[in-house]
């Protein structure tokens, strides 16, 4: 519950401003960067979320490592994070920031997941329908997970349509264990 108010409290936040100054978009591949940042370094990482690293030490790291990349704005918005030790929150509030943005654009972010890749025909029908049955234009990220052994898993937002393989078995596990013999 808090994880939500308070990634929705500071992404609005931030949202807000940004829409005002026409920023909007900048802030949001800043902010991804710098998650990318967090995910690409364990060491990055372990500081900027240890409790116990003071606020001016990942301050001055961050300015060290985005001060020349990023807009002053995006700078003080993560500092505004530090100081309020939200940290902890940061890719929550990266993730809300991002659908505020979708949603003034009408872009719906869809996650495809396969066991193998989808060729790029596909993909381009993927696409179109996806795009038809939301109404939106969509922004799709593929994965590879070959233990769905085939089909798709397709999530939009907090929806998701699984008609993998691996999903379809489990039906049908569960529907053998439901039958009674006599």
Avoid: C, W
């Amino acid at each position: 519950m808090l994880k939500g108010a308070v990634a929705e409290r500071y992404a609005g936040a931030v949202f807000s401003v940004a829409q005002e100054k026409g920023l909007t978009d900048q802030i949001e591949e800043e902010l991804k960067g710098i998650l990318e940042a967090l995910d690409a370094s364990p060491d990055f990482r372990r500081v900027f979320y240890h409790p116990q690293v003071s606020v001016s030490i990942k301050k001055e790291i961050m300015k060290e490592a985005f001060g020349a990349d990023v807009n002053e704005f995006t700078l003080n918005f993560i500092n505004v994070v530090l100081d309020a030790r939200r940290e902890v929150f940061f890719n929550d509030i990266v993730t809300e920031y991002t659908r505020l943005v979708n949603e003034t654009k009408n872009v719906a972010e869809v996650t495809i997941t396969s066991a193998v890749e989808v060729p790029p025909e596909d993909r381009d029908d993927l696409m179109e329908a996806l795009s038809k049955a939301t109404g939106k234009d969509v922004r799709v990220q593929y994965e590879l997970k070959p233990e769905i052994l085939g089909g798709l898993v397709i999530r939009i937002g907090n929806r998701v349509i699984d008609s993998s393989i691996a999903r379809q078995l489990e039906r049908l596990r569960e529907q053998i264990r439901e039958i009674q013999v006599g």
